[in-house]
């Protein structure tokens, strides 16, 4: 496990930090629905076995109501902070991002977090409220409480606001990204910006969204690299330099994820998997807030 460990690639973002390319996270199966103040103890045992696998990169939300779990898997993993990468997002307190960080932070139990989301844009009536809210997040990243900044589910209209009043860019924008929800613009956006992009429900048309046209060239890169359809996927991502992010509750199926560290598809491989997704638009999350015909 510890060759696949180091072999994880990183991607540098454009303020010159580096970020972990497979991510474990703390959302979807885990999102918690009930009473955040009750721990749910097989989260922080799965966490725990992920970073004791290699998964140096962790994934929260404050609307997750996970961060108290992540934080307590941090510290009992007994892995130095500065070797993990923990990403948290802010929402439900967006009015008061100040506050909703250094909340963030007593429930991680850290004193900083390495990037800091913006975790969607729909709180916003106007352009104005966009920059503020990022001027708020500048101040969070000089006070050093974020190493990197960043954003989640924006579109290139939210970016464009954004970038009007900026001094620091954003560095990344996590979005959901799979073959059958590509973001072609949005995506070039990114690159003439240098803004990363991290994909979350990159296993979807595995897991939601099958059967489909890409389903059977995957199978057959599949078989012929020996390892499953869903780190084909992952791959896929992480080959387009896109932060994958995926989870699991089973310790086999995260060891088998980790595969996705141990081979490449060839360019003509990653295209034909994008072409093939172009015959479908699937849509997972966000569907009340995005146009269900939204390629953006």
């Known amino acids: 496990m510890a060759d696949i460990k180091t072999n994880i690639p990183s991607l540098k973002l454009n303020d010159g930090n580096s970020i972990p390319m497979l991510s474990y996270g703390s959302g979807t199966a885990w999102y918690k629905r009930g009473d955040e103040g009750e721990i749910d103890r097989s989260l922080i045992e799965s966490m725990k076995t992920a970073i004791k696998m290699g998964y140096y990169h962790l994934d929260g939300a404050e609307v997750y109501k996970t961060e108290q779990e992540l934080g307590m898997a941090i510290k009992e993993s007994g892995v130095a902070r500065e070797k993990l990468f923990v990403t948290t997002k802010v929402i439900v307190n967006i009015k008061d991002i100040e506050g909703a960080i250094k909340t963030s932070l007593k429930k991680l139990q850290l004193d900083y977090v390495d990037l800091y989301l913006i975790h969607a844009p729909f709180f916003a009536k106007s352009d104005s409220e966009l920059q503020s809210a990022w001027a708020t997040m500048e101040k969070i990243h000089d006070a050093g409480l974020a190493k990197s900044i960043g954003v989640s589910n924006y579109l290139p209209q939210h970016l464009e606001a954004t970038l009007a009043t900026a001094t620091i860019p954003p560095a990344i924008n996590q979005i959901e990204f799979h073959p059958y929800l590509q973001h072609s613009s949005l995506l070039a956006f990114h690159k003439k910006h ?103």
């Open 194 to 296: 240098n803004i990363a992009t991290a994909a979350y429900g990159p296993l979807t048309p595995v897991t939601k969204a099958a059967p489909g046209p890409v389903d059977d060239f995957v199978a057959a890169l599949a078989k012929k690299y020996a390892v499953s359809p869903a780190e084909v996927m992952l791959r896929w991502c992480i080959d387009q330099d896109i932060v994958a992010i995926t989870t699991s509750g089973k310790e086999q199926r995260l060891s088998d994820y980790l595969r996705c560290a141990t081979f490449k598809l060839t360019p003509k491989e990653v295209e034909e998997i994008g072409t093939k997704g172009e015959e479908k638009h699937f849509r997972g999350f966000w569907n009340d807030k995005f146009d269900k015909d939204d390629r953006s």
